[in-house]
């Protein structure tokens, strides 16, 4: 017992003892004093060690000291010390004193009188201090179960947080620890950590009922408790490569309860010279084991969600763009909720189908469903592939919006859509554009020299009337020209240096103007970066822009049969 | 003709090319350069990253339009395009690595050419490019568990979402590597923010994370830990009622001076987004508790404004007018009291020590080229 202190002065308290051991008189105090009987063991030694008297309780405590017998026999080492070391002697230190009794654990408190004989009075402290030190280990423990905690819900990565597991595991649990996680076709991806060592993944092919309890805990369910397997039958792939610690001598197979997702085993590997695990150790290990499980669970349904979300989005993205039939394309894209890749605005390209790719017209469409978010973005993907199945009919742009207006109108969703169809034709150096609006805000012609025209087109917004009408529009790219369809998220963009004002066409027209001959990506990246920084920090709605534009380039131009395009709409 | 002079031979091209806005003619001499030999990490990094550069450059003395700046960077982007496609494919046998750039980050340039560089290395990379929001780019390194996160910025006013971004990748048990003009030509900005590694260019990056892969960060840890005078909130309230106050500093500059009754409404419109600008950059100053950074920005718009023939007589008022609004923030106020006087002191407000162009937001630009990589 490492308590062994001596502290405090001595009490300014007197009593005399006599020889035959009992007291006989206190000053100020009758004979009456219940010295005999009192409730804590007491007992005197004159200053050289010797033993004047005991009580019933010291008796009791001390059974082989006796009256006229040495300090030193029957009481412990460090009473005797603390006596010698008493104030009042030559190099003696100051009062209490605390110290082991058998399994007990004692304060003693002198009280010496002015011949320099002490009665020592002995308090037992054995339930606080077992009780302080239960509070330090408990302490311990959940500040590490709190920072387990934390380190385990960093990541959403499954393979990461089998990493943490098996770390945390090794360093505090046990001297290295494996994480096996649920497998496919019989192979399991395994974590292995040393302690103080970093984690190792792979990949390996067992039959988990070959090490006892494994093939239950990789169930999930039902619960089965933790297990202790004969290290001899534990098998090659389970023990660490680097694992220095000798033999392995015990092994433990804890299940990782995971919530309706199994989420795998955790076996725990002690070396030579180690205890096993005891009671305590394991209940922890077992809590551990709750959190970690939890973890793994989550992340494993996390990345689940994610592959699900993927698949379903990837149709719905914005499809990327280059050049096509010898047209650039160029479009930019980004929701109005940071969370969501996806909204209500939507582009596509459609190449030109069939035997005639050479002359053949692709179709551009860039559209906005009214409202936003991931209902308007389903509703994009309907729309998008209602027109990729009426491509065959991309000639006639007003039979197809009629044929997509039947398609809405019939469908549950109210939800209407506006959007402009745009064939598309190479034709020698230049670029014929066929242009259709259905209800959308008229595209925007940029020409060489800087100027900019809106296209003529205007026509009924698609799914809520039974009958639509439409014009459409013809314009001739020339080299370096561009069309540009954009949604009013760009125009409708609330912001500017004061806050509270609008984008608007005119300044879109004015930054376009500085775009004269540009590439299509740098148009479409220039455009949609002033309406950015216009809104700032503030909320916007979808923001769609489309730039179809007809390449400028030396061999390209060398092509050119004809004269300069005209808008001729 | 050694490596160095072919790389600069080269450059030379690809700029003429570029100014010309001539894409077929920038792919073919990247290509041949590639075909006689140039290694592609020097064709990335001292051929198209050299004329990105440069592009830079030419914007800061007015040579170039934003717009221009786009065209040159679209055609920039297709020559790196065009040389990684041609490149063969290899395994990748490092870590794995995602390469972002701050959300409201306009130049990916930078950031792509980084990526390309860490693919030549021999890292597994996702390049996300530019635009892209904080959740996306933790829901991506949730979905695949890198070994770390490249960050790359050059716009300071975007240091506050660098600092959340850098947080919620470190929360994600992601280490983070910061570069790009942002973050200081000494990365000391990098280290305010707390991320785990600075690099100067994309070799060293690229040499540091070869050497020694990044430690997984440390859990527990507060961002307010390494910005503790946020505390006293002046950063929130100026960033949050940034616009009024450029509004209430725009009105009190028409009263003080006559002259701007008179402006058109392209001058109107620049003053108010210089006046943005001031803002924007106080805010940053106060998350940074950077004094030399404000007073650095606006010595810089005031040299700008005089290289470009405009009057700049508008900043000391200004500056009062903005003191007189943030009269109740010492830290505001201080920042402010500094910068007036160092306008004071340097009469055309051009010191040599001036912030370089590629740190900060110039006039008429609400971003500036991305020139380190």
């Excluded at chain 2, 943005?276 to 005031?302: E, K, N, Q």
Aim: hydrophobic letters at 40%.
């Amino acid at each position: 017992m490492a308590i062994d202190e001596v502290k405090g002065p001595g009490t300014g308290a007197r009593a005399i003892v006599e020889n035959s051991g009992s007291v006989v008189q206190q000053s100020g105090v009758g004979d009456d004093t219940g010295w005999s009987n009192a409730p804590f063991p007491a007992l005197a030694a004159d200053p050289d060690g010797a033993v004047l008297g005991l009580n019933d309780a010291a008796r009791r405590l001390f059974p082989r000291a006796a009256v006229g017998g040495r300090l030193e026999v029957g009481c412990p080492p460090w009473l005797a010390r603390a006596h010698q070391d008493f104030p009042g002697r030559p190099g003696g230190s100051t009062g209490s004193a605390r110290g082991a009794v058998a399994r007990r654990s004692f304060e003693a408190h002198p009280v010496g009188d002015d011949r320099g004989a002490v009665v020592w009075w002995l308090v037992e402290d054995t339930d606080a201090r077992l009780a302080r030190e239960e509070l330090r280990v408990e302490r311990e423990r959940a500040a590490l179960l709190g920072r387990m905690s934390s380190a385990l819900s960093t990541s959403l990565h499954p393979e990461r947080c089998m990493e943490v597991t098996a770390r945390l595991a090794a360093d505090h649990l046990a001297d290295a620890a494996v994480v096996i996680a649920p497998g496919r076709s019989g192979e399991h991806p395994l974590t292995h950590c040393v302690r103080g060592g970093a984690p190792t993944n792979s990949v390996k092919a067992f039959d988990p009922y070959d090490v006892p309890g494994l093939g239950e805990a990789l169930q999930g369910f039902p619960p089965v408790p933790s297990r202790w397997i004969d290290p001899s039958s534990a098998p090659g792939w389970l023990v660490p490569s680097d694992f220095g610690l000798g033999e392995v001598t015990s092994v433990v197979v804890t299940p990782l309860p995971g919530h309706g997702v199994p989420a795998g085993a955790l076996v725990l590997l002690r070396g030579t010279g180690r205890p096993g695990f005891d009671e305590e150790e394991e209940r922890f290990a077992r809590l551990f084991a709750a959190r970690a499980g939890a973890a793994i669970s989550a992340a494993r349904m996390f990345a689940q969600q994610g592959a699900i979300t993927d698949a379903l989005m990837r149709d719905l993205l914005p499809p990327v763009l280059h050049q096509i039939g010898g047209v650039e394309y160029a479009g930019r894209y980004r929701a109005s909720v940071d969370t969501e890749r996806i909204g209500g605005d939507f582009y596509d390209v459609h190449p030109a189908t069939g035997a005639d790719e050479e002359g053949g017209e692709a179709l551009a469409v860039l559209g906005d469903v009214c409202g936003k978010g991931l209902e308007a973005a389903v509703l994009t993907g309907k729309v998008r592939t209602t027109l990729h199945a009426l491509l065959p009919l991309a000639n006639d742009h007003q039979r197809v919006l009629g044929l997509l207006n039947d398609a809405l109108l019939t469908s549950r969703n109210s939800r209407f859509v506006t959007l402009v169809l745009a064939s598309v034709r190479r034709v020698g150096a230049h670029v014929r554009v066929r242009l259709t609006s259905g209800g959308h805000l008229p595209p925007l012609v940029l020409r060489a020299n800087g100027e900019v025209r809106e296209v003529a087109t205007s026509g009924t917004l698609v799914g809520v009337l039974p009958e639509i009408t439409s014009t459409t529009a013809d314009v001739t790219l020339a080299p370096g020209e561009t069309c540009l369809l954009y949604t009013d998220g760009i125009t409708e963009a609330l912001g500017g240096p004061m806050g509270g004002e609008m984008f608007g066409e005119q300044r879109l027209r004015d930054a376009l103007v500085d775009c004269a001959g540009m590439p299509a990506d740098a148009i479409v990246e220039h455009v949609h970066m002033l309406a950015s920084h216009w809104v700032g920090a503030g909320d916007h709605d979808d923001i769609a822009v489309l730039a179809i534009t007809a390449p400028r380039g030396s061999h390209l131009t060398a092509v050119d049969g004809h004269g300069p395009g005209r808008y001729t709409a | 003709m050694n490596a160095t002079d072919t790389a600069l031979g080269c450059m030379d091209l690809l700029w003429a090319a570029v100014r010309a806005g001539d894409e077929h003619t920038a792919i073919d001499v990247v290509l041949d350069a590639y075909a006689r030999g140039l290694d592609a990490e020097s064709l990335l990094l001292d051929v198209i990253a050299a004329v990105q550069r440069r592009v830079g450059v030419e914007w800061a003395a007015n040579q170039l339009t934003v717009a221009e700046e786009h065209a040159a960077t679209a055609i920039n982007e297709r020559a790196i395009a065009a040389l990684t496609r041609t490149l063969p494919r290899r395994e990748p046998h490092r870590g794995r690595i995602t390469v972002a750039c701050v959300d409201g980050e306009w130049h990916a340039l930078p950031a792509r050419l980084l990526a390309e560089v860490f693919r030549l290395r021999g890292f597994r990379v996702d390049y996300l490019g530019a635009q892209v929001p904080t959740p996306h780019l933790i829901t991506h390194l949730h979905r695949t568990g890198p070994d770390a996160a490249a960050l790359s910025g050059s716009i300071a006013t975007r240091l506050p979402v660098a600092h959340a971004t850098v947080t919620a990748c470190q929360a994600a048990g992601v280490p983070v590597l910061v570069g790009g003009s942002a973050f200081g030509p000494d990365g000391r900005y990098a280290r305010l923010l707390g991320a785990d590694l600075w690099a100067p260019d994309a070799r060293t990056a690229a040499d540091l994370l070869a050497a020694r892969p990044l430690p997984r960060p440390r859990d527990g840890h507060q961002p307010i830990d390494d910005l503790p005078h946020l505390g006293d909130q002046e950063y929130t309230m100026v960033s949050r009622t940034a616009k009024l106050l450029v509004k209430a500093v725009y009105t009190g500059l028409e009263e003080l001076l006559p002259v701007m009754r008179d402006y058109t409404e392209a001058q109107r419109r620049h003053t108010a987004e210089d006046l943005a600008h001031i803002v924007d950059f106080l805010a940053t100053a106060l998350y940074t508790d950077d004094r030399d950074m404000f007073t650095g920005f606006t010595s810089w718009t005031a040299g700008v404004l005089w290289a470009r023939g405009v009057p700049a007589g508008f900043l000391v008022p200004a500056l009062d007018l903005l003191t007189a609004e943030l009269r109740d923030f010492p830290r505001a106020t201080g920042l402010l009291a500094a910068a007036r006087a160092e306008l004071l002191r340097v009469p055309d407000s051009r010191s040599p020590d001036s912030p370089t162009p590629d740190s900060r937001t110039p006039r008429r630009r609400p971003h500036d080229p991305g020139t380190t990589t």
